[in-house]
């Protein structure tokens, strides 16, 4: 299989998903990193970019060295309503350069295969992923988070060409 290389510039874009019961989670880790996801485009499922925008806003008004200007955050669906597949499809179109996905492994959800299609998606398409607080924070403090970066992708235009027996 040949590789293809992706450029992504120094502005992210950066998914943030958190299901019910790590919500919290995702909303303290977004205001520590405030400094850092303010530079860059988020991209949120449902509540969570609701939450995430109102801690961002309060966060800048606690520190005026921070703003809001420069930050763009677009809110898709609820994900069991559709935003893990409209996040899904974002990733398929090279629109997400990174996911933060605070997800509880403890519940079951209504929409887990859902998840397991963004996860794999995610993987398909070489995005980093985070699926907790520790790996979270070693993704967002990576010198690489502000830098131009390549990412090697594979290339799948045989598997597209692939003859097809018609069903009969």
């Known amino acids: 299989m040949t590789r293809t290389v992706k450029k992504l510039n120094e502005y992210k874009r950066i998914a943030l998903v958190a299901h019910d019961n790590r919500k919290k989670d995702l909303v303290e880790w977004a205001q520590w990193n405030a400094g850092i996801l303010l530079a860059h485009h988020l991209v949120c499922t449902g509540t969570t970019g609701t939450l995430v925008e109102k801690t961002l806003h309060d966060r ?71 699926c907790n607080r520790s790996t979270a924070d070693f993704l967002i403090s990576s010198q690489l988070m502000n830098e131009k970066y390549e990412v090697i992708l594979d290339d799948f235009s045989q598997y597209l060409s692939r003859t097809i027996e018609p069903i009969r």
């Open 60 to 130: 800048c008004k606690e520190d005026e060295e921070l703003t809001l200007d420069r930050c763009q955050i677009t809110k898709l669906k609820s994900g069991p309503l559709g935003g893990d597949q409209q996040l899904g499809a974002m990733i398929a179109e090279g629109n997400i350069d990174l996911i933060i996905f605070f997800w509880d492994p403890m519940q079951p959800h209504p929409h887990d295969v859902d998840v397991k299609a963004l996860l794999r998606i995610a993987v398909v398409y070489n995005i980093p992923i985070a």
